[in-house]
């Protein structure tokens, strides 16, 4: 696709549940981030990986949090035991190398019930 | 250090004004500046980006005024258009963090008025 693609657009989950997010990233885009974004804040950024290996692991909250990238491409986000306080929007961003021109997904609206 | 500062939280602009957002930051190793533009539901876009070697970037009605000595930048927005609304993001990224990942402001949600 031309652009970053996330799925599912919408989760609700039951707390204590195992979530899986999704990200399917501009093609050729080495680099990929996710960042979360709760009501009404600023995004918040989680973990970046440049190819498959993620050098920066330093924003993921806590170890119920982990990611992988496969083939350099496709990234999934795991949620693990979640907790309401886990509700928010989960973007991903992409970039042909780090930083300039990030492109985002339209992001997973996660709610935790 | 790492934190950049957006206000205000909120806007109200005519139609045809100028809307003016404002950030700051702390950190002196940030060498770029971009603003996104969020829409509801939707991914933050890229809008306009600058570099602390030039003082002022315009693409169109979008125009970011950068002060170094100062640690601020800004975003004008010439005309406002009802179009506009939305909720504007500053940001900053450091190339002495490999992963140039985004410092972001907490945004601003813009109304342009018809």
């Known amino acids: 696709g031309a652009g970053v693609s996330q799925s599912p657009s919408n989760k609700v989950t039951e707390k204590g549940k195992d979530v899986e997010l999704r990200c399917d990233p501009i093609s050729g885009h080495t680099a990929l981030y996710w960042y979360r974004q709760s009501l009404g804040q600023g995004l918040e950024f989680l973990i970046y990986?440049?190819?498959?290996?993620?050098?920066?692991k330093s924003g993921l909250p806590s170890d119920r949090f982990s990611a992988e990238r496969t083939g350099g491409s496709v990234s999934t986000l795991t949620i693990q035991r979640t907790q309401q306080e886990d509700s928010a929007v989960y973007l991903c961003?992409?970039?042909?190398?780090?930083?300039?021109?990030?492109?985002f997904g339209q992001g997973t609206r996660l709610t935790v019930v | 250090q790492q934190q950049v500062k957006q206000s205000p939280q909120s806007l109200i602009v005519q139609k045809g004004g100028i809307s003016i957002i404002n950030c700051a930051y702390e950190n002196t190793a940030f060498d770029y500046f971009p603003w996104y533009q969020q829409f509801p539901g939707k991914g933050p876009a890229l809008l306009i980006a600058i570099r602390p070697d030039v003082s002022e970037k315009k693409e169109g009605r979008f125009t970011i005024s950068f002060n170094k000595s100062a640690k601020q930048f800004s975003l004008h927005i010439m005309d406002s258009q009802p179009g506009d609304s939305a909720t504007y993001f500053c940001?900053?990224?450091?190339?002495?963090?490999?992963?140039?990942?985004?410092?972001f402001g907490s945004g601003t949600r813009l109304l342009v008025r018809p």
């Open positions: 961003a992409s970039s042909l190398v780090g930083g300039n021109r990030a492109f």
């Open positions: 940001a900053a990224s450091t190339p002495r963090d490999s992963s140039y990942k985004l410092i």
């Open positions: 990986f440049q190819g498959n290996s993620a050098p920066d």
